[in-house]
């Protein structure tokens, strides 16, 4: 019998015996008599039984008998063992190392409630070596205006892994983080701050912030979005690319207004045709189905299509798929035809025998439907 392929594990990729060798070798070089030795055996010896997030909680628990007890002191030491900044000429793509998320840890263990300041400045530095994104919640949450504060200092820094941060930090469902109690009133004036920066990786945390919010006040979105073009401070280039990036959950809900804004008119005058050849499907096998839309006029198209899937007594469920941006005029039909695969074993939407529904969709309406059969 063969053998199963080893399945991927971020948290080895990260932390395992290289990445914490020269954890060990920085604080070696920077805090005097640190047993570089032993402290790479015990941190390494706890990455097993734990998650990725609580290995960083051990990390810190194994440096901080090195460590002074005296939050100033020992934030001193932090900083002398840090690598190197990021490189500051980059643009985008360059998170640097996860290993150096542990300052973070220590700045809102050891800082946050009486060492505000120093804990902040420790920030500071940590994130030009890896975000402290996760780590500015707790202050946000414990000291809202002093480190909203400093966050608007922040937007204006020279180093755009500092920028980064104030509109990631500041996310409304930032993955992995924990809850913060900001208003959007509080959150989006920082944002106007950066929404034309010249660092692609600055303005993607911008529009994913953007995306967030989206997903419970879409007006607000479309109203910042429409205030930033009226500004003219974005290259249009860059300012289309943040629309479509801010408004991609919008669109995949069909909201009108988003799709106004991206050009997509809901009432364009639009026929769909759609074909299913075979609408009984074994599980495991695909769904082939092909649309056509034609126009009288010049008309864009945006083209999603949604499956509801059948479930267990009685209950529906759906999901959106992308098919296609592109254009339709007379003369000019377009013809678009998918295979979809109906995975037996879907790890994240099962999928059950019975009567399904398969919808298209154009522009964010409506326009096609039909159903089929799992079986």
């Known amino acids: 019998m063969a053998k199963a392929a080893p399945t991927f594990s971020l948290k080895d990729q990260l932390f395992n015996a290289e990445s914490l060798g020269d954890l060990a070798e920085e604080y070696a070089r920077a805090v005097p008599g640190f047993d570089a030795r032993a402290f790479h055996s015990a941190a390494l010896s706890g990455v097993a039984d734990r998650s990725l997030m609580d290995c960083l909680d051990w990390f810190a628990d194994c440096l901080e008998p090195y460590l002074a007890r005296d939050f100033p002191v020992m934030a001193d030491q932090i900083e002398a063992a840090m690598p190197a900044p990021l490189d500051p000429s980059l643009r985008d793509d360059d998170f640097g190392r996860f290993i150096h998320a542990v300052p973070g840890v220590l700045a809102v263990r050891h800082g946050l409630e009486d060492h505000r300041e120093r804990a902040l400045d420790l920030l500071y530095a940590a994130t030009q070596r890896f975000s402290m994104e996760f780590y500015i919640r707790p202050f946000l949450n414990r000291w809202p205006a002093e480190t909203l504060g400093r966050l608007d200092q922040w937007a204006g820094d020279s180093n755009y892994h500092v920028r980064r941060l104030v509109s990631e930090g500041t996310r409304p469902k930032l993955p992995w983080a924990r809850k913060m109690t900001l208003s959007l009133a509080q959150s989006l004036p920082l944002l106007d701050r950066l929404q034309a920066d010249g660092t692609r990786f600055v303005t993607r945390s911008v529009a994913n912030h953007l995306n967030d919010v989206a997903k419970t006040n879409a007006d607000a979105v479309l109203a910042r979005l429409a205030a930033w073009e009226a500004l003219g401070t974005q290259a249009p280039k860059e300012r289309d690319w943040m629309r479509r990036h801010a408004l991609r959950t919008l669109i995949k809900d069909g909201h009108p207004g988003a799709m106004e804004m991206l050009g997509y008119r809901g009432d364009a005058p639009v026929e769909v045709v ?75 939407f099962e999928l059950h025998p019975g009567r399904h529904g398969l919808v298209v969709q154009v522009n964010g309406v409506d326009r096609a439907e039909t159903s089929f059969d799992i079986v």
């Open 274 to 348: 759609l074909e299913v050849p075979q609408p009984r499907v074994v599980l495991g096998e695909a769904l082939s189905f092909e649309v056509t839309l034609t126009a009288p006029e010049v008309v864009p198209v945006l083209v999603d299509y949604r499956i509801r899937f059948a479930r267990p007594n009685g209950r529906s469920g759906e999901k959106v798929f992308k098919l296609k941006v592109g254009q339709v005029g007379p003369g000019k039909p377009l013809v678009l035809k998918k295979l979809h695969k109906l995975k037996a074993n879907a790890t994240t």
